[in-house]
């Protein structure tokens, strides 16, 4: 290469850090909680692209004190030699480049993509520093720094070693970043779920600002997934079905386990990215299960010739699943860029389920007859569900006749301008009362911990006080029932208090949400209130704060005397402050929640209430020291 040649790299390579800098969310997401993890998971996907190409079997992941992160893998080491077209070493060829596909051409089934496998360059340009050490087939150690996305050291022999593996140390830019919180949580569950995908992976997270240590491997790996998500579930067979096929191309591998619950819980994922918007594999899935499902039944004549085919939605009650597909060019897309699109794969999975479900189910007629008469179970009581709303229905017994006690309802009868304040606690529920506009505003207060949802079938969810008021108020029904033309309130607003117990209240409110009144979330319909944490008097001026951040920059720039005041609770506003900084439309913050967001609460949620003590225990410590915060 000559000179010139060179140059223009070097050039590219600082148009493209800067490119980098300048609209970090177009490449991680967002410059939040979310997008530290991102970077962490970027770097961790390259070791578990190692794995998947066969040669690591651990990896490595430390939270430093600094605050800076350590990822190590037992790989091969990313090659230290000259790359041949770029004409500079590989690994600083890899730290620098955007990878905008076939630039490097690796083989394997590389995370690519969604939102991860924008490349490790992504981490690098947005790192105050990155520090890359290979230990080398060569008995070598190589080490080369960078700042910023700039290089600050060639690559350079610092020592020797008999190993070989990859370990990546940065520190995401405060620049950027602001101050640097961890989700802890949400990072031991994504590796925890890495460890499920990859039986044949260890994967170790040392925090060593909380002190807390976990090793997560599972010998059974998606078996296992399975097994844990169906705890206390009531199964219909002891052992998950596990179908799988493998090929150069692709991969398959599904364990599925039938269970008494009304739940599906089906988790589909390719290349070890959670799709959670479903696509090609999902339905591939789902017209096997429902086909073979009527087939089998057919000629056990479980099912007679005038009866009607089972429907999947009623093969799929109770059902918990995983699918893992591996495929060496993924395509994802939908709204968050979490469906697979892949057209071919809906066959492949198809045809796989189709072939060996079938085959489990001859060699195990007794599971099969289970299956089967909980499906045909379902459907009756589906059936008869139905008749008997619609007995309801003509009976004229319409929900809105009788709303809950507790409503405060609003005068206006137009629910594009109606909002409904859910609110924690009676006292600040009083509060609320007088600071509302009632023309348009009404409040329901919440008494006390909502129930624990995860495990609470529909009856017993239908049975709780608090979300019957809920979905009473609302009007339009839940799940199958659900009609939006009947909602009452356009904006449905929690309101909860802005420490840890809040966020426990809100989380359960949206899990419930997410699992009952999606189309909600949905169509938008449903807001989260930002009271703030602290009021600052300076002089005659008042001023409200939202954040510990925004005190620190205040207090940064603040000249003069102020007195500060922390909110405990709602309840300790008086109604003209809550009527000013969360109520009235002109001045308050509202965030509206997305299904992502309703997503992690589902996840959080299940974390917290599942049976995972070792991580509900994380969980709380952590927020104890106050380092991790449920971002919702
Ligand atoms: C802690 C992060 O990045 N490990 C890692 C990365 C690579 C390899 C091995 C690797 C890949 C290949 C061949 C290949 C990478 N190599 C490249 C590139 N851990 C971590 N471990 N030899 C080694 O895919 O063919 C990019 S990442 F481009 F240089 F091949």
């Given at each position: 290469m000559s000179l010139h040649e060179y140059d223009v790299h070097s050039i590219k390579v600082l148009e493209d850090m800067e490119a980098v800098r300048r609209r970090p969310g177009m490449y991680i997401g967002s410059t939040g909680p979310d997008g530290l993890l991102h970077l962490i998971y970027e770097v961790?996907?390259?070791?578990?692209?190692?794995?998947?190409?066969?040669?690591?079997?651990?990896?490595?992941?430390?939270?430093?004190?600094?605050?800076?992160?350590?990822?190590?893998?037992?790989?091969?080491?990313?090659?230290?030699?000259?790359?041949?077209?770029?004409?500079?070493?590989?690994?600083?060829?890899?730290?620098?480049?955007?990878?905008?596909?076939?630039?490097f051409e690796r083989g394997g089934y590389k995370v690519s993509g969604g939102l991860h496998g924008v490349g490790v360059s992504v981490v690098n340009a947005l790192s105050e520093w990155l520090e890359v050490e290979v230990r080398w087939k060569?008995?070598?150690?190589?080490?080369?720094?960078?700042?910023?996305?700039?290089?600050?050291?060639?690559?350079?022999?610092?020592?020797?070693?008999?190993?070989?593996?990859?370990?990546?140390?940065?520190?995401?830019?405060?620049?950027?970043?602001?101050?640097?919180?961890?989700?802890?949580?949400?990072?031991?569950?994504?590796?925890?779920?890495?460890a499920y995908l990859n039986p044949g992976l260890t994967i170790h997270l040392d925090n060593r600002i909380t002190g807390l240590r976990r090793t997560f491997h599972y010998k059974g790996g998606i078996v296992s997934f399975v097994k844990e998500l169906a705890t206390g579930k009531d199964p219909l067979h002891k052992d998950p079905i596990y179908l799988s096929d493998s090929r150069p191309d692709r991969a398959v591998e599904i364990a599925m386990l039938f269970t008494n619950a009304i739940d599906e819980e089906v988790f589909t994922f390719a290349n070890c990215i959670n799709t959670r918007e479903g696509g090609t594999h999902l339905t591939g899935f789902r017209a096997a299960l429902t086909r073979v499902i009527n087939d089998y039944a057919r000629e056990k004549r479980m099912l007679g010739k005038n009866d009607e085919n089972l429907p999947g939605e009623a093969i799929r009650e109770g059902l918990v699943a995983i699918i893992s597909v591996k495929l060496t060019s993924p395509e994802f897309e939908g709204q968050t860029k979490m469906k697979l699109g892949n057209p071919w794969v809906r066959a492949y999975v198809e045809e796989v389920v189709r072939e060996q479900f079938y085959q489990y189910l001859v060699k195990n007629p007794g599971v099969a007859r289970a299956i089967i008469e909980k499906s045909i179970a379902a459907h009756r009581a589906r059936q008869a569900a139905a008749k008997a709303r619609q007995l309801v229905r003509r009976k004229g017994a319409l929900v809105s006749l009788s709303l809950p006690g507790k409503l405060a309802d609003c005068t206006s009868e137009d629910p594009t301008v109606a909002e409904l304040f859910i609110v924690e606690g009676d006292s600040a529920g009083g509060s609320a009362k007088q600071a509302r506009d009632r023309t348009f505003q009404a409040i329901l207060p919440l008494r006390g911990k909502v129930l624990n949802v995860e495990k609470a079938g529909l009856s017993k969810l239908l049975d709780n006080q608090e979300l019957r008021a809920i979905i009473t108020a609302l009007g339009t029904g839940i799940r199958e029932e659900f009609d939006i033309t009947k909602l009452r309130y356009?904006?449905?607003?929690?309101?909860?208090?802005?420490?840890?117990?809040?966020?426990?209240?809100?989380?359960?409110?949206?899990?419930?949400?997410?699992?009952?009144?999606?189309?909600?979330?949905?169509?938008?319909?449903?807001?989260?209130?930002?009271?703030?944490?602290?009021?600052?008097?300076?002089?005659?001026?008042?001023?409200?704060?939202?954040?510990?951040?925004?005190?620190?920059?205040?207090?940064q720039s603040a000249n003069g005397r102020y007195t500060v005041r922390r909110f405990k609770g709602l309840g300790e506003m008086n109604p003209r402050e809550l009527w000013e900084t969360t109520m009235n439309p002109e001045t308050?913050?509202?965030?509206?929640?997305?299904?992502?967001?309703?997503?992690?609460?589902?996840?959080?949620?299940?974390?917290?209430?599942?049976?995972?003590?070792?991580?509900?225990r994380a969980f709380i410590q952590e927020n104890a020291h106050r380092v991790a915060v449920l971002d919702i």
């Open positions: 961790v996907d390259n070791a578990v692209d190692e794995h998947l190409a066969g040669y690591c079997d651990e990896i490595w992941v430390i939270v430093n004190e600094d605050k800076s992160i350590t990822v190590r893998d037992n790989g091969r080491g990313i090659p230290v030699g000259i790359h041949p077209e770029a004409g500079i070493n590989t690994v600083e060829l890899v730290m620098t480049t955007l990878h905008a596909g076939g630039k060569d008995g070598k150690v190589y080490r080369q720094r960078f700042s910023r996305g700039r290089k600050v050291t060639e690559l350079e022999v610092v020592g020797e070693t008999e190993e070989t593996g990859t370990t990546v140390s940065f520190l995401p830019d405060r620049e950027i970043f602001g101050e640097l919180r961890y989700n802890f949580t949400k990072l031991a569950q994504r590796l925890r779920e890495l356009h904006k449905i607003i929690l309101l909860t208090d802005a420490d840890i117990d809040g966020a426990h209240i809100r989380t359960l409110l949206l899990t419930f949400f997410f699992r009952n009144l999606r189309p909600l979330i949905e169509h938008g319909h449903v807001y989260i209130a930002q009271p703030p944490l602290y009021s600052v008097q300076v002089g005659k001026e008042r001023i409200y704060l939202y954040s510990d951040e925004e005190l620190e920059r205040f207090r308050r913050v509202l965030k509206k929640v997305t299904i992502r967001d309703a997503l992690e609460a589902d996840e959080i949620f299940s974390t917290l209430m599942g049976p995972d003590v070792s991580l509900r």
